[in-house]
């Protein structure tokens, strides 16, 4: 299974830099994201993200994700999750929200030389007022991570997510491919707590009729792990 989702990711690549070619619209924008995770129990964990994007060459915020979720470790490398995500869409003259629930499988690789990799299988059911319809979404992911050397609070980081819409709505998405984004930066461990990644990603995306959407996007990341109280 591992080694497949590593070739679909690298598939659905390879198709969203070809469709990249008639791209019709650009972007630059600006993604912000805190990530807290802690323990309730030896095998149960929480999750509580909050994202605000800044979207039109990083001048106007586009839109904020707000995600909360309980998982459970099923074993030592894999974790399922459920949870809902909040989505206020801000960009333009009013702002529509948009709800999420999802589902995911979080799986963590063995190591590969220095690199450490890890995939997630995510599925989301999006509400949005003027979707006719619920939408289904399959999202695919494969990471890479290594340090700059061992023992460093450094790290390298690279990912590739493909995303794809399960079901067509008279007035949402089609179904078929949604969206690629390919992520490559770097990270430093700031304590046991806290983690800082940031780097460039790309995304590639639909839109209605036969367009494409490509946004150059400036990421950073603060991830906190909570520990556990005794």
């Known amino acids: 299974m591992t080694k497949r989702l590593w070739i679909l990711a690298a598939l659905c690549l390879v198709a969203g830099s070809g469709r990249a070619l008639a791209q019709d619209t650009m972007d630059g924008q600006l993604w912000m994201q805190v990530l807290a995770l802690g323990p309730i129990s030896p095998n ?12 039109d060459d990083a001048s106007e915020l586009g839109l904020t994700i707000v ?9 030592p490398r894999v974790s399922l999750w459920a949870g809902h995500a909040w989505v206020p869409r801000s960009l333009g003259p009013s702002t529509t929200h948009e709800n999420r629930l999802w589902q995911q499988l979080s799986i963590t690789m063995p190591r590969a030389g220095s690199w450490a990799p890890s995939a997630r299988i995510r599925l989301e059911q999006r509400w949005l007022g003027q979707w006719d319809d619920t939408v289904h979404r399959l999202r695919l ?7 700059f050397h061992p023992g460093s609070p450094w790290h390298v980081a690279v990912y590739d997510e ?14 078929g491919y ?53």
Do not use: C
């Open 44 to 55: 149960w964990r929480t999750h509580l993200e909050v994202q605000p994007r800044v979207f």
């Open 141 to 147: 992911l494969a990471r890479g991570q290594r340090q």
């Open 178 to 230: 949604d969206r690629n984004r390919l992520f490559g930066g770097v990270g430093r461990r700031l304590n046991a707590t806290f983690t800082a990644e940031f780097g460039y990603l790309w995304e590639n995306s639909t839109i209605r009729g036969p367009g494409q959407r490509n946004e150059h996007v400036a990421s950073a990341v603060l991830n906190v792990n909570w520990p556990r109280r005794r």
């Open 162 to 175: 493909a995303m794809i819409t399960l079901d067509t709505t008279a007035s949402g998405p089609f179904r």
């Open 67 to 75: 995600r909360t979720a309980i998982g459970r470790q099923l074993t």
